[in-house]
Nanobody
Framework: QVRIVESGGGLVQPGGSLRLSCVAS????????MGWYRQASGKQRELVAT???????NYASSVKGRFTISRDNAKKTVYLQMNNLKPEDTAVYYC??????WGQGTLVTVSS
């Protein structure tokens, strides 16, 4: 049974940065894709970024050039570095393991 736990959310001013972390337990972490999704209040959950076991990345157009997804297979951890944050990035961010297991989410609020 894989379990994942996100951390790193918080309140940040526009233009600021945050790094989210997602730690997985169990299974063979390095073989599976990981991803970050987000859900703003009153909106559907949307893809932010994904990374395959081999390190191939994919980003939503709204975050490309500002966000970077990476993974450390030895630590069973995936990261989301978020720079130049905008108010519209405010959402609960969810990590997913192989698009099957989901974390509880971590809130990111971008506001002055």
């Amino acid at each position: 049974q894989v379990r994942i736990v996100e951390s790193g959310g918080g309140l940040v001013q526009p233009g600021g940065s945050l790094r989210l972390s997602c730690v997985a337990s169990g299974s063979i972490f390095s073989l599976f894709p990981m991803g970050w999704y987000r859900q703003a209040s009153g909106k559907q959950r949307e893809l932010v970024a994904t990374i395959t076991g081999g390190g191939t990345t994919n980003y939503a157009s709204s975050v490309k050039g500002r966000f970077t997804i990476s993974r450390d297979n030895a630590k069973k951890t995936v990261y989301l570095q978020m720079n130049n944050l905008k108010p519209e990035d405010t959402a609960v961010y969810y990590c997913t393991f192989n698009f099957e297991v989901w974390g509880q989410g971590t809130l990111v609020t971008v506001s002055s």
